[in-house]
C-alpha cells in the first residue's frame, strides 16, 4: 500500500523567508501527487499537482513543488512567504487499488506558521 | 458550480444518537469520497463512490458506520449509535474521474458528548 511521509508537523518561517515543505512517498510505480492546502475551518483545497510531463509544477500564488522519482520525493516550495499562507499543507499520492480504481493517500500534514 | 455542499456545518449530538451527516457533490462529478480528519490519525478515507456505487468502504471504522448515495446529487454518511471516539471533522469530496483532483466540502464539525 502507499503511504506518505510528511516529517515536519510545523514549520515557523518568517514572513518573505523561502520555505520548503517536504514529502516522501512510498512506491516504485507510476504515481500521481498532488498538494493540498486547508485554512482553518475551511475544507482541502487543492494548491498543485503532478500527472505527467514536466517534474517541475506551480501554482498560481507562487508555490511550485519538484516532483523527484529518484528520490520518490515532491517537496513544496516557495522563495517568499506571506502570512497569508498560514495554514496547514497536506501532501497525497493516488492508489491504485485491486479494483483499478485510485484513491488518494494523503500525509499527516504540515503547519506553516508565517509570522511578522 | 457552488462546489461540494456539506450539510450541517456544526452537529453537537448525545452519546447513542443517530448522526446523519449531507453531501451534494459537484454536477457531472462521477466519484464521491468521504473523509474523515482527527488529530490524532490526520485524514482517513472512509468510503467512496463511483457513479453512485460504494467501490471502497475499507476504511469505514465499524458497523455503526454506513454510507449511501441513492442518486448522482447526494449522499449520507450515518452514524448509529454514535460515540464520543466518533468526534471528527467529516469531509466529502467529489472529482470528475479517477485521475484528477478531489474537491472537498467546507466539512462537518461532529461533537459527540
Known amino acids: 500500500a502507499q503511504s506518505v511521509t510528511q516529517l515536519d508537523s510545523q514549520v515557523p518561517v518568517f514572513e518573505e523567508a523561502p520555505v520548503e515543505l517536504r514529502c516522501n512517498y512510498s512506491?516504485?510505480?507510476?504515481?500521481?501527487l498532488f498538494w493540498y492546502v486547508q485554512y482553518p475551518n475551511q475544507g482541502l483545497q487543492l494548491l498543485l499537482k503532478?500527472?505527467?510531463?514536466?517534474?517541475l509544477v506551480e501554482s498560481i500564488n507562487g508555490f511550485e513543488a519538484e516532483f523527484n522519482k529518484s528520490q520518490t520525493s515532491f517537496h513544496l516550495r516557495k522563495p517568499s512567504v506571506h502570512i497569508s499562507d498560514t495554514a496547514e499543507y497536506f501532501c497525497?499520492?493516488?492508489?491504485?487499488?485491486?479494483?483499478?480504481?485510485?484513491?488518494?493517500?494523503f500525509g499527516t500534514g504540515t503547519r506553516l506558521l508565517v509570522s511578522p | 458550480d457552488a462546489g461540494v455542499i456539506q450539510s450541517p456545518r456544526h452537529e453537537v449530538t448525545e452519546m447513542g444518537q443517530e448522526v446523519t451527516l449531507r453531501c451534494k457533490p459537484i454536477?457531472?462529478?462521477?466519484?464521491l469520497f468521504w473523509y474523515r480528519q482527527t488529530m490524532m490519525r490526520g485524514l482517513e478515507l472512509l468510503i467512496y463512490?463511483?457513479?453512485?456505487?460504494?467501490?471502497?468502504d475499507s476504511g469505514m471504522p465499524e458497523d455503526r458506520f454506513s454510507a449511501k448515495m441513492p442518486n448522482a446529487s447526494f449522499s449520507t454518511l450515518k452514524i448509529q449509535p454514535s460515540e464520543p471516539r466518533d468526534s471528527a471533522v467529516y469531509f466529502c469530496?467529489?472529482?470528475?474521474?479517477?485521475?484528477?483532483?478531489?474537491?472537498f466540502g467546507q466539512g462537518t464539525r461532529l461533537t459527540v458528548v
Open positions: 497525497a499520492v493516488s492508489q491504485t487499488i485491486n479494483t483499478g480504481f485510485q484513491k488518494l493517500v
Open positions: 512506491s516504485s510505480v507510476s504515481v500521481y
Open positions: 454536477s457531472g462529478h462521477d466519484y
Open positions: 503532478y500527472l505527467s510531463g514536466s517534474t
Open positions: 469530496a467529489s472529482s470528475y474521474d479517477r485521475n484528477t483532483e478531489a474537491f
Open positions: 463512490f463511483n457513479n453512485n456505487v460504494p467501490i471502497d
